[in-house]
Each structure stands twice: as structure tokens, then as C-alpha cells.
């Protein structure tokens, strides 16, 4: 805030949880041993929504505290301070088009229409399918999956699917 003086060990825009006497705490969600914090942008900026809900399980079980924010409200600072940004599916592609595009945090997109708007590949494609092939089981990005994997549970849209941009890691294919 302008109106306060905050130390910030990490460089990350959001002061320590714990300064020195005479400095104003901030609230860096993961300063000082603190659980790690996701920030995750949905439509309605909470989990009611099932996909949501589902995300928000998964990531809480990774020991994840989760903010929300709507993506008709989200701003590119709202992701400073935190662990890990992710745009949920049900985020709109047209509210968040490449609002997080720049985030300084490590950023999952899971909505494929969005690839383009954040620089990360080509607009995506939806394919009507609920499985993948892992090409390469022995990445850290496979998460120890092998062969074909349901990827899609419920009633979601399908898979996003693009071509990779020159250089990437392929893990998965359709």
C-alpha cells in the first residue's frame, strides 16, 4: 500500500509476513515457512462450479492455499505474491483474453482458448475425446503417468489440443 513501508526479502511486490521491528507486516502467503498459495481465476471466482471444485480438491491435497478471483475482475497484479497461477477452464476466454500474459509466478492455463492471448501457442482446438497418450512417461511433467490416461472427467468440454510451439517439452498427445 502506498501508505506503508514493507520489507520484502523475495522481490515478489508483497512484504514479509514477519519484518523487523518497525516495519509494516504484509501478506506474503508463502514468506517464513507458510504453505505454498495458488491464486486461481474462474468464472464465478470461487469453486461452486463442479470443474472448479474438483481443481480446488486437487490442489488443496498438494497442500495449496487457494485464493479466487472472477475473471471479470482479474488484474495482472492480483497474481504477485503467490506460488502459482492457474486459469480454471471455466474462466471465459473473452474476460481474461491475456490479462496474466506478463504474471512474474509460474502460470497453468487450462483454458486453451487463451494459449494465444498469453504468448504460450497457438489458439487451441477442442477435441470431443476423454484420454491422452504419454509420449514421454519419465518427464516430472507426466507426474508419473503412463500409456493413456483419462484426462477428462464429468462433463467437461473435451481436450484442448495445439500444435507445440519449436522447442517445447512433449509429454502428452491426443
Not at 2 to 17: I, L, N, Q, R, T
Not at 71 to 96: P, R
Not at 151 to 157: A, E, F, K, L, Q
Amino acid at each position: 500500500p502506498d501508505d506503508a513501508c514493507m520489507k520484502d526479502d523475495d522481490d515478489d511486490g508483497w512484504g514479509d509476513d514477519t519484518p523487523p521491528d518497525g516495519v509494516t507486516p504484509g501478506s506474503d502467503c508463502d514468506e517464513d515457512g507458510a504453505s505454498p498459495c495458488v491464486l486461481m481465476v474462474t468464472q464465478l471466482g470461487d469453486n461452486s462450479e463442479t470443474y472448479d471444485q474438483g481443481l480446488s480438491d486437487v490442489l488443496g491435497g498438494l497442500g495449496y492455499n487457494i485464493s479466487y478471483v472472477a475473471d471479470t475482475d482479474a488484474v495482472l497484479t492480483d497474481a504477485n505474491g503467490f506460488t502459482l497461477l492457474v486459469i480454471s477452464e471455466t474462466a471465459l476466454s473473452t474476460d481474461i483474453l491475456g490479462t496474466f500474459r506478463d504474471a512474474i509466478v509460474p502460470t497453468v492455463c487450462l483454458e486453451g482458448l487463451v494459449w494465444d492471448d498469453m504468448g504460450m501457442a497457438a489458439e487451441a482446438t477442442t477435441l470431443n475425446d476423454d484420454n491422452m497418450n504419454v509420449l514421454a512417461p519419465a518427464s516430472p511433467l507426466a507426474g508419473g503417468l503412463t500409456d493413456t490416461v483419462d484426462v477428462v472427467s464429468g462433463t467437461g468440454s473435451g481436450i484442448f489440443v495445439t500444435t507445440p510451439p519449436a522447442g517445447a517439452i512433449e509429454v502428452t498427445s491426443a
